[in-house]
């Protein structure tokens, strides 16, 4: 750990691993809850658009691809709930034009597009530069005010429709931000994790954490907690054994997982157990 902290490029990378551990499962347990859980994939593909949009005309990936996930995700949510299109229907139909349009425009794109776009598609540890860092920063910092001000909403949203709808919550505006929020998400984790891996880590951290976990909140911190666990260790596991961070992070989030599966099934066993023991004790006396 302390030779890879002697590198600027790993510093940065390990800010930014922070940073996508934190945001991530706190927009991936609103997803979990509305079993939404393939929506970060969809806009990582659109996002992926925006990586390709930018080397065809020479504008920085990030920003692009922000533009281009937002408005993917306002479009998402417009085919859902104002057509009889399915909701996995217009997922899909995001899925395929988003990978489309990003293979399309980087194809155009000339020099080396093809070898720019896997950093981006799977992480890269050297790409991140300071000025990402603090647009990543700066785009956490949003997210995480967002759902400070509009949590409850998102809440009883994930929760039942129809209650937050008879609370005087306006259902279509608050899915749109959430979409949105999970649009930026992935932008701010494609550095690190990579545009077709992020979606993992706003996804198994929750995962894993509802096996030890039964309230929403304590779901979310533990999710946070995993998936904090899961950037550091991949990127240190990445750069000590010269590979992919992303693919790296997402297996060491998937041991933990398998993890906190076994020991759910073993807490979950002993306390019907000790139920039944109890029980017994109760009818004897």
């Known amino acids: 750990m302390i030779e890879m902290l002697s590198y600027d490029f ?20 609103f997803l979990v809850q509305r079993r939404l859980a393939l929506l970060g994939d969809g806009m990582g593909h659109v996002a992926l658009t925006g990586v390709g949009l930018a080397f065809l005309v020479g504008t920085a990936p990030v920003p692009t691809a922000l533009v281009l996930a937002a408005i993917g995700a306002v479009v998402l949510e417009i085919i859902r709930s104002r057509s009889r299109t399915a909701g996995d229907l217009a997922l899909a139909l995001v899925f395929y034009g988003g990978i489309a349009g990003g293979v399309f425009f980087t194809s155009l794109a000339s020099g080396k597009s ?3 776009l896997n950093q981006y598609l799977f992480g890269s540890l050297s ?16 997210v995480i005010t967002t ?23 306006r259902t279509s505006r608050v899915s749109m931000l959430l979409t949105v929020l999970a649009a930026v998400t992935v932008v701010v984790g494609m550095r690190t994790v ?56 997402v297996f060491i989030a998937l041991g933990l997982f398998a993890m906190c599966a076994a020991l759910g099934l073993i807490v979950r066993r002993t306390w019907h157990r000790r139920e039944r023991v109890s029980e017994t004790a109760t009818a004897g006396s």
Do not use: E, K, W, Y
């Open 127 to 142: 790409t991140v530069a300071t000025g990402d860092l603090v647009g990543l920063v700066i785009a956490a910092v949003a």
């Open 194 to 249: 990579g545009l077709l891996l992020i979606s993992a880590i706003m996804i198994v951290p929750i995962a894993a954490a509802q096996q030890l976990s039964r309230s929403f909140r304590a779901t979310a911190l533990l999710g946070v907690v995993l998936g904090l666990a899961s950037c550091v260790a991949g990127l240190t596991v990445s750069f000590n054994l010269d590979v992919p961070p992303g693919p790296t992070i």
């Open 10 to 29: 790993m510093q940065r990378a390990l800010l930014a691993a922070v940073v996508v551990g934190t945001i991530s499962p706190l927009i991936g347990v």
């Open 147 to 169: 759902l400070g001000i509009f949590g409850r909403q998102i809440f009883l949203l994930a929760l039942d429709p129809d209650l937050a709808h008879t609370q005087g919550i």
């Open 114 to 116: 093809s070898t720019a």
